[in-house]
């Protein structure tokens, strides 16, 4: 029977492997093939891809079209107004918190004044400080209250006596043996007394013609008045709570 083969069998080994060899190491004409036939394809599964979204609407009529575009257009309006609601809202929030913050900061500016006035805090700053020395004749306790009166007169912002007591509003003085009773406490001469303001002022109020000084002098006391660029006042009085008063809530605006 005669053979079926192509070739003989040492011609179909050689072509073998000659393909084999192409394969492995081909020729700079094969790969631009290759290359060529990779953009095909890319090129080819871009088209279908492209054809099926573009089917999504391929079989609407005009007035679908339309309808589709206006929903669209609507649907961004609402979005953009809703963008431009949340927008001012979030400035009303922000005035808001500017408004708390600046209540916040004047309330507590206010207690931080008032804590000062009643006496309740240490402070610092600058002011004056008038030493008072008896000689023989005890200082009058009348001339003290003067004193005082005319230095918070002069926007005094915090006083002290001797560093031991806090001088406020309610602050009493009366003559006994061997000094003034202040506030319930016995302080002895000299008196020394520290007052925080503006150091000018301050002086300037102390030291006119027949002011307080004057009426100190006359009674053979020595009044020495420094000038000083910072003062730490560290007595303090315990807050004293009302018995019978109530702050009363105001209710004019909502």
């Known amino acids: 029977m005669p053979s079926t083969s192509s070739g003989p069998p040492d011609q ?8 084999f060899r192409a394969m492995l190491r081909p020729s700079r004409s094969q790969v631009v093939v290759g290359v060529l036939l990779a953009l095909v394809g890319f ?3 871009v088209q279908v891809r492209a054809t099926e979204v573009d089917a999504t609407y391929a079989g609407l009529r005009e007035q679908d079209l339309i309808d589709v575009l206006n929903g669209l257009a609507g649907t961004t309006q609402r ?11 979030r400035e009303d929030l922000r005035s808001d918190n500017r408004r708390v913050g600046a209540a916040l900061e004047a309330a507590q500016t206010q207690a931080d004044t008032l804590a000062i ?20 004749t005890p200082v009058d306790a009348q001339d003290f209250i003067d004193l005082v009166q005319e230095l918070r007169t002069s926007n005094a912002e915090a006083m002290q006596l001797n560093g031991k007591v806090r001088l406020v509003a309610q602050s009493s003085f009366a003559e006994a043996e061997g000094g003034l009773v202040v506030d319930g406490e016995l302080l002895g001469p000299p008196y020394v007394l520290d007052a925080i303001g503006d150091p000018d002022t301050l002086a300037g109020a102390i030291s006119i013609a027949r002011g307080v000084t004057f009426e100190l002098e006359k009674d053979n006391a020595i009044v020495e ?9 560290e ?8 018995e019978n008063a109530t702050p009363e809530l105001d209710t004019s605006t909502p």
Do not use: K, M
Not at 12 to 19: A, E, I, Y
Not at 236 to 242: A, D, I, T
């Open 12 to 19: 179909r080994s050689s072509g073998r492997t000659r393909l």
């Open 43 to 45: 090129a080819a599964i």
């Open 79 to 89: 979005a953009e107004s809703e963008i431009e609601r949340l927008e001012a809202a």
């Open 117 to 136: 006035l009643a006496g309740t805090v240490p402070v610092t700053g600058p002011g004056i400080r008038i030493t008072i020395t008896e000689t023989d």
């Open 225 to 233: 008045v420094q000038e000083l660029p910072s003062l730490d006042i």
């Open 235 to 242: 007595s303090v009085r315990e807050p004293v709570q009302p």
